[in-house]
């Protein structure tokens, strides 16, 4: 029999701002933020989660987190002082997906890729599942649904009668949510 390959959905959570960024006067984009968390979940197409796991990243050019960061993330200081670089995180990631069969990577829109673009120019590394192709599982998500424009997770799940389970804007807990649309998804 031939294992099934999976879908690795991916959850980033990173340093922002309500308002300008810190000392450049300016709104943020996806070059100013760095990924403080990768909130990876190993799942069926169906939705049956295989693994999960939430890599915890120390930021390098902001290093203090901002008040709405800390409360948008729940993510605390501490979390992120004591969290690897991204430079280790990576081989970590690397590590544990290595005896996964993963034929996709998906993500909530397209923020998750951007930041990982911009993480790869900064570092000139990504994790190895970015060069599997990427799936906008939020687009996918809205494919003949009526009234879907408001695609946010929280209104998605919702959507088919299901509430939000954990932390939101919590990486690890929106890719838990995300695979439980995957159901409801034109793969």
Request: glycine residues 6%; negative net charge; hydrophobic residues 35%.
């Amino acid at each position: 029999m031939v294992p099934q390959k999976l879908i690795l959905i991916v959850d980033l959570e990173a340093t922002c701002w309500d308002g300008n960024v810190e000392g450049l006067g300016r709104k943020q984009t996806v070059d100013d933020m760095e990924i403080i968390e990768f909130g990876c979940v190993v799942s069926r197409f169906d939705g049956t989660v295989v693994d999960s796991q939430s890599f915890m990243v120390r930021s390098q050019i902001h290093t203090e987190l901002s008040q709405f960061c800390k409360q948008l993330t729940s993510i605390t200081q501490s979390d992120v002082d004591a969290a690897p670089v991204y430079q280790s995180v990576v081989p970590e990631i690397d590590q544990w997906l290595k005896s996964y069969k993963l034929g996709v990577w998906g993500s909530w829109g397209n923020y998750d890729k951007n930041q990982i673009s911009a993480e790869q120019k900064r570092h000139n590394l990504v994790p190895e599942f970015f060069s599997l192709p990427h799936i906008n599982i939020k687009q996918q998500w809205r494919q003949g649904k009526v009234n879907s424009r408001s695609a946010g997770l929280a209104n998605a799940l919702n959507y088919h009668g299901l509430s939000f389970e954990g932390t939101h804007h919590r990486g690890i807990d929106d890719a838990l949510n995300i695979a439980r649309l995957l159901r409801f998804t034109e793969l």
